[in-house]
């Protein structure tokens, strides 16, 4: 095994699920794997709810992170997540990478081995997939969700000092204002639209937001 790879944890026998998608008011929760290993049906069934939510296309998810996070699941007593990201095509993600602060260019999300997810626990969950050493930890405390990855070991977090003005598809900003508010510009106007943490509904809405302004710039190209 190279230096920094994913941690090979052993083969679960029976393993379980309870999942949300909130981009599609999508629900999962049921076994994934038994003791013959991935079930084919299933895990063709969460390639579908693990899709790219702005453009519906799929790709095989790789069980490992599926692994990673039921037992981070286990570890600290949640019985379910939200999955705010999982695959994203190589379009998604080079928009996501030129307008969102952190977005890495060649992110695991692009392989189906990543998931961004919010849970009830999160800073306990975060702690306990970090010290798993089994793939990439991200911590984002101010948006309020952790990455779980399934490629080398690794671990970064991005709080509101990592934050900065983005450029959006529309000629607007992307800011962080005086008072902790989330402001997106217009043609120089703005308006608030958050205050920091922003809980998964904001989140989501940003995500509509810039994926509204990457819809205009192509109507324009």
């Not at 190279?2 to 026998?13: F, M, T, V």
């Not at 600290?76 to 095509?89: C, E, N, P, Q």
Request: glycine share 10%; charged share 25%; net charge positive.
């Amino acid at each position: 095994m190279w230096p920094g790879a994913a941690y090979a944890a052993p083969a679960p026998k029976l393993r379980r699920l309870s999942l949300v998608n909130p981009h599609t008011g999508e629900t999962f929760s049921g076994a994934y794997r038994d003791d013959k290993g991935p079930i084919p049906r299933v895990m063709q069934e969460l390639s579908v709810f693990l899709r790219d939510f702005h453009c519906g296309a799929t790709i095989p998810i790789d069980v490992r992170v599926l692994d990673f996070l039921a037992d981070v699941l286990d570890a600290v007593g949640d019985k379910k997540a939200t999955i705010l990201s999982a695959y994203r095509t190589p379009a998604t993600n080079a928009m996501l990478a030129r307008t969102t602060f952190g977005v890495a260019e060649h992110s695991q999300h692009m392989y189906g081995r990543a998931l961004d997810i919010h849970v009830d626990k999160l800073a306990a969950a975060m702690n306990a997939a970090r010290a798993m050493k089994r793939g990439g930890v991200g911590w984002y405390p101010q948006s309020g969700f952790i990455h779980l990855d399934c490629g080398p070991v690794r671990n970064w977090t991005l709080d509101q000092q990592n934050l900065r003005k983005l450029l959006l598809f529309d000629g607007g900003r992307l800011e962080i204002g005086p008072d902790g508010e989330l402001l997106i510009s217009r043609r120089g106007g703005g308006f608030p639209i958050a205050r920091h943490p922003l809980t998964v509904g904001e989140r989501l809405a940003l995500h509509r937001d810039l994926a509204r302004a990457e819809f205009l710039a192509r109507q324009q190209r």
